[in-house]
């Protein structure tokens, strides 16, 4: 079955670690992306990536890195810089530039404490 | 500046009772308009792709259609299990890397 899976589902972590989240995709997307979602905010946009080895910031970057060093894989690192990393994290992915129809993963909820 | 509103932001229905939800959106050329379903603590299901005035999609109990400036997500005849957040989005009108602008969601209750 195609699809996207993170993992994992539920991430503890103390403040002052950096913490990877992982995103991989079996549906050959060119585009990935993640998203941050907090209570009555919606979904941010943190970081895409178009292409292998290419990777654009979104609207809340700060705070994020991101790799694209394969296609089927795009993890996101939180750094102890995020002010605010308790969250939920959705990653994404699309078949890329042209197609904006965006497939997500079951997302992680990341507490910081 | 792009934007999209939905509204309303909360929304209780018996079963049965049909409905709509409206998100409207300001974004210099549409190339799309995407309704996604979200469960609690999980992430967004894709539901349906609008791309030009008058066009409609039905998928079960729901409609989407697309006017100029607003579509709407039509419910009829609801059951609880329909009871989760509705999500609407559109590309950036000024670039074509894919990024999305998310409306804020409305969260249906449908109650038995």
């Known amino acids: 079955d195609g699809g996207i899976t993170q993992s994992p589902k539920y991430l503890f972590r103390k403040e002052g670690q950096n913490v990877t989240l992982s995103c991989e995709q079996n549906l050959n997307h060119d585009a990935m992306y993640w998203y941050r979602q907090d209570p009555g905010q919606g979904l941010r946009l943190i970081y895409y990536?178009?292409?292998?080895?290419?990777?654009q910031k979104g609207d809340i970057a700060e705070g994020y890195s991101v790799s694209r060093e394969k296609k089927e894989s795009f993890p996101l690192t939180v750094t102890s810089a995020q002010k605010n990393p308790t969250a939920f994290y959705l990653c994404?992915?699309?078949?890329?530039?042209?197609?904006?129809?965006?497939?997500f993963g079951p997302g992680t909820r990341l507490t910081v404490t | 500046e792009d934007q999209v509103t939905q509204s309303p932001e909360a929304l209780r229905l018996q079963e049965g009772e049909s409905s709509s939800l409206n998100c409207s959106y300001t974004v210099s050329g549409l190339r799309g308009l995407f309704w996604y379903r979200q469960d609690p603590g999980k992430g967004p299901e894709f539901l349906f792709t609008?791309?030009?005035a008058g066009e409609e999609k039905e998928k079960e109990r729901l409609k989407a259609t697309l006017t100029k400036k607003e579509s709407f997500l039509h419910i009829t005849a609801p059951k609880p299990e329909d009871s989760a957040t509705y999500l609407c989005a559109v590309p950036h009108g000024s670039s074509n890397t894919g990024k999305l602008i998310f409306g804020q969601g409305t969260t249906l209750q449908v109650k038995p």
């Open positions: 609008l791309y030009s």
């Open positions: 994404a992915s699309s078949m890329g530039t042209g197609s904006h129809e965006q497939y």
């Open positions: 990536s178009q292409i292998v080895n290419d990777f």
